[in-house]
């Protein structure tokens, strides 16, 4: 057992390196053939992208290839890529609705994909932008997520509303949107417990809050972001598909991309369900976050 | 999704029937549904790659050629190695004969370290131990607090510094006190960190060095996809792992991570976490895993929580019911509250095998757990006397009870008439085994 997992730990740990050397050695060669569409598929699955849509990325790049004369496996790589950023441009990020007043965005996702720490980053984004901004507490489930938030809130200058600890969620995001009204504040981000999609009753939770800001806005919220763990695995168009039947996720964060996962399920994502990414999360501090771009994204999936 | 497996490679196998002997071409084709599976599964590409390769060569070599059931051939040489790979359980801890021992649990951000510390400090404490928390994640907002509040819930004691001191200094002054107290383990929650971060990396380093732990344990969310084989490798690399817990196994996630993490590591997985509540950990079980990565469903822990939550004493009684064909509506709702509190309608739908598909694509109505609610609702709104004797029940009597269940009269009929068909047919069972001389049933599974 020990000399056997030596051996897969050595084949696996350099994938990038002898990847990237792979794949200069076939590009040198100059031939489009088997060992590069393997080559292509595995740097895909490798990202998570999941058997399905790397069939169908490769399926549309074949198609293309075949009527290019005498096609080179750079003609290959860089269709791939077109063919990546077009399923990302493929759902168009809807335009944030300013006119809302105050903005509602709701926050969710399964536990521990950082929801609250991008709420934070997010809650920056809007003051760098000279935007009044207020979070709802309304994680009231998980021990010390409130003040986990609170904290943020002082760090960026936003104000907190909470409750005790098992409130009711919908209880804190009806009394935070009343008192942003009151307060002349622009957006509202509201934090959620983390729960697995799974959940009947949790997932029952997160439909009421929607429908308690939708007492005092019928337009609300406005966003409803599901925050995505770029290490999650095919595992996530199953979040992705369950979260959005509850309560209509209109755009994705996918975060921890500063590590080595790519979160190519996001891709999977949006080429399945149609939700476009909305933003990237890159690190821990309070501006490591940013809108997302296909182009840089596609670049860092497949180099 | 097993049987999906076993049906696909079945069909592989059917179309080439009638042409005389398979190839290894035709064990091939089979093979790459295998692989599909492995790869959905989220088992890393080249853990997929090996492991096919060596089923290949299995499958090639016996006779699965000649079987006539080569698809079962198939899937059974699959399961064989998965297990292989897996490996075997070690669902405890090597305690130091010299306490206290010190347990260290690392991770990366997220993967629910913070939980896992206080569910297995819940464990040790069952099992006679008495654990020290020790709080050494100065990095994310409010983490000691989350501890903290954990071992307040659960009475056991928390040791910690605040945000301001150094991890390395915080765990040597932890171990300390755990010494003084007497307490026989310490259980040291440590930041979550990127595999590639030096600096923190480094920081797990010292903090191994300077403290020499019986255990290090990996936490790893049940969801992570292909990433999982370099985390866990490096984390094995510089801090060498004594054990994985697999975190968030109550989702569904099919665990393919884990083979790829035992593949690289050789290191045994110790717990699985199952849940939110702290006692949500559970022994593991590689044929259990094996199942679900092939996407199997898991009866036998179906099995395990219905007799956990069933009372031997009453199960013989209900038994005896059954046999004499004597059961009531009473009976009928006291088995309702047993399967209810075997967990929600949908999970446990999940382990039966072949109905997780069937499962996911009911409507979510269905499986609402708010139905059961309305049958007690209905029950509850009988009187005694109706609860033991349902043919008493007129139209009076069936319009007060649709009224005080706030439902209507027709929900009411349906239920009588659900629990008629059930009493008939009862009767038929008991009669059939009376005439065997009376086989023992397994008195509560059969609402299942």
């Keep these: 057992m020990e000399e056997e997992a030596a051996k897969i730990r050595q084949a696996v740990a350099p994938t990038r390196q002898t990847w990237f050397s792979r794949m200069a050695q076939l590009f040198q060669r100059g031939q489009l053939d088997q060992a590069l569409w393997d080559a292509l598929e595995e740097a895909l699955i490798s990202a998570d992208v999941g058997v399905a849509t790397t069939e169908r990325l490769l399926e549309a790049v074949k198609a293309r290839v075949r009527q290019v004369d005498h096609p080179s496996p750079e003609d290959a790589h860089l269709a791939l890529k077109e063919e990546m950023v077009r399923t990302l441009e493929t759902p168009p990020a809807p335009p944030p609705e300013l006119s809302a007043c105050p903005r509602v965005v709701l926050v969710v996702g399964v536990n521990g994909v950082g929801k609250t720490t991008t709420i934070g980053k997010l809650a920056r984004h809007f003051r760098s932008q000279g935007q009044r901004v207020l979070l709802a507490a309304a994680d009231t489930f998980r021990a010390a997520a409130t003040e986990q938030l609170q904290l943020w809130g002082e760090r960026v200058g936003a104000e907190v509303v909470a409750h005790q600890p098992g409130a009711d969620p919908g209880a804190v995001a009806f009394d935070a949107l009343q008192a942003a009204r009151s307060r002349d504040v622009d957006v509202v981000i509201v934090d959620t417990a983390g729960r697995l999609h799974t959940k009947v009753n949790l997932m029952e939770e997160l439909k009421k809050v929607r429908r308690v800001l939708q007492r005092l806005d019928p337009q609300a919220p406005h966003e409803v972001l599901l925050v995505l763990d770029a290490t999650t695995g095919q595992n996530g168009l199953l979040q992705a598909r369950a979260f959005t039947e509850a309560v209509e996720v209109t755009g994705v964060i996918l975060t921890k991309l500063d590590g080595t996962a790519k979160g190519g399920i996001a891709l999977a994502i949006c080429a399945d369900l149609g939700l476009p990414l909305v933003f990237v999360g890159t690190g821990e501090t309070p501006e490591d976050l940013a809108p997302f771009d296909p182009a840089t994204y596609v670049d860092a999936l497949l180099p | ?448």
């Design chain 2, 1 to 448: 999704m097993f049987e999906a497996l076993t049906t696909k490679l079945d069909a592989v196998f059917k179309k080439l029937a009638g042409r005389g002997r398979l190839s290894e071409k035709d064990v091939d084709d089979a093979l790459r549904e295998v692989r599909v599976a492995l790869l959905e599964a989220d088992v890393h590409f080249r853990v997929a790659r090996d492991f096919v390769a060596r089923v290949r060569e299995r499958a090639v070599g016996s006779d699965v050629l000649g079987s006539l059931t080569p698809g079962q051939q198939v899937v059974k040489i699959v399961h064989e190695e998965l297990l292989s790979v897996l490996g075997e359980g070690q669902p405890r801890l090597s305690l130091s004969p010299t306490p206290p021992t010190v347990v260290m649990l690392v991770g990366l951000q997220g993967s629910g370290k913070t939980t896992t510390a206080a569910k297995l400090a819940l464990h040790l404490r069952k099992g006679g131990q008495r654990p020290l928390l020790v709080a050494a994640d100065v990095y994310r907002p409010a983490a000691v607090e989350q501890l903290v509040t954990l071992g307040k819930q659960l009475d056991i004691p928390v040791y910690q510094q605040g945000i301001a001191a150094d991890p390395v200094e915080i765990v040597q002054n932890g171990i300390r006190r755990a010494r003084e107290q007497g307490n026989t383990v310490a259980l040291l929650d440590t930041a979550g960190r990127l595999h590639v971060d030096d600096e923190m990396m480094q920081e797990l380093v010292r903090i191994k060095e300077r403290i020499a732990p019986h255990e290090v344990l990996l936490v790893v969310d049940a969801m992570t996809g292909q990433d999982a084989v370099r985390a866990a490798g490096d984390f094995h690399q510089q801090v060498g792992l004594t054990g994985l817990i697999l975190s968030k196994m109550d989702g569904d996630a099919r665990g393919g991570a884990a083979l790829s993490v035992r593949a690289v590591t050789g290191v045994p997985v110790k717990f699985l976490g199952t849940g939110e509540k702290t006692d949500a950990l559970e022994p593991y079980h590689p044929d259990r895993l094996a199942s679900r990565i092939l996407g199997m469903g898991d009866v036998l822990t179906l099995i395990e929580k219905a007799q956990a939550q069933v009372d031997q004493a009453k199960a013989a009684e209900m038994e005896r019911k059954f046999r004499t064909a004597s059961f009531t509506l009473e009976d009928f709702l006291d088995q309702l509250q047993q399967v209810k509190q075997m967990g929600p309608l949908s999970q446990l739908l999940e382990m039966i095998p072949g109905m997780s598909r069937v499962a996911k694509n009911l409507p979510a109505s269905a499986l609402d757990d708010r139905q059961l609610k309305k049958v007690e609702a209905i029950i509850y709104s009988m009187t005694p006397l109706e609860r033991r004797r349902p043919d008493v029940i007129d139209g009076s009597r069936r319009r007060r009870i649709a009224a005080g269940s706030g439902t209507t009269p027709a929900d009411v009929n349906q239920l009588l008439n659900q629990f008629h068909q059930m009493q008939k047919m009862m009767k038929q069972y008991s009669q059939m085994l009376s005439g065997r001389g009376g086989r023992r049933l397994p008195g509560n599974m059969f609402r299942l």
